[in-house]
């Protein structure tokens, strides 16, 4: 059940609108703490988690931010701003084996099972895209399948904790690397801004029918509930 402080999810998606303007007011470290563990607990293929975000709440990185987001106002206005981000090498690089460790600490993963993750991980995310010999998945379309259900949960949260999020696309991935210091090999993929807004939202703008966008057994019959 919700809190007093918290609203219903059912609520939130008819109410929750791109903010334009955010007030300067701080989000408490609590109510920070809830969103990101919200999007950390998110699911993830094999759970190999590759996701990486960079929380950033000082005004002079934030103004610095706002250039390499085409100078939108609203990634200096808003009190935080979460930059998305997805590591393709992370499963080689220590995260499949601390999934592993973790997995074995929950009593979940014993020897066996690990055995076959690290064959199955491997097999499918050490190959070639496109080198006809296996199932390789292009890294950056994995990693940003999985960031973006993680970023996802945190823009919920935060509006159920009564927090007010624009979810944004336009920046310069390779200025925004350069600002956060982040590896050429990451990718950024969105950038979420959070806080309460200044002023009015924009009015709902309308979403097209179900029978339009949602098929019933196959494409192109649309579903009628």
């Known amino acids: 059940m919700p809190t007093n402080s918290e609203k219903l999810f059912s ?11 955010f007030e300067p007011t701080p989000v ?6 809830k969103i990101l563990s919200a999007g950390l607990r998110a699911p993830s293929a094999n759970n190999l988690q590759p996701w990486r975000f960079v929380v950033v709440r000082d005004s002079e990185q ?3 931010l706002r250039v390499a987001a085409m100078n939108q106002p609203k990634i200096e206005a808003a009190p935080v701003v979460i930059v998305a981000c997805g590591d393709p090498t992370g ?7 601390q ?12 020897d066996a099972a690990a055995a076959a993750i690290r064959k199955s991980v491997s097999g499918y995310l050490g190959g070639t895209p496109g080198d006809g010999g296996g199932n390789a998945p292009d ?18 949260a935060a509006e159920t904790l009564g927090y007010d999020t624009a979810p944004m696309e336009g920046f310069f991935e390779s200025k925004v690397k350069e600002t956060l210091g ?9 950038l979420l801004t959070i806080g309460h807004k200044r ?10 029918p179900m029978e339009r966008t949602a098929f019933d057994n196959a494409w192109g019959k649309g579903i009628k509930l």
Do not use: C, Y
């Open 182 to 190: 982040i590896p050429d090999h990451v990718r950024v993929i969105a």
């Open 28 to 33: 408490p470290d609590e109510d920070l703490k």
């Open 62 to 64: 934030r103004k610095r």
């Open 199 to 208: 002023g009015e939202d924009r009015p709902f703008g309308g979403r097209f």
């Open 99 to 110: 999934m592993i460790s973790d997995g074995g600490a929950h009593g979940t993963i014993d």
């Open 139 to 156: 890294w950056g379309i994995w990693t940003t399948r999985q960031t973006m259900i993680a970023f996802t949960t945190m823009m919920w």
């Open 91 to 97: 499963w080689k690089n220590g995260d499949m084996e």
């Open 11 to 21: 609520e939130v998606v008819l109410e929750r609108r791109a903010t334009k303007d």
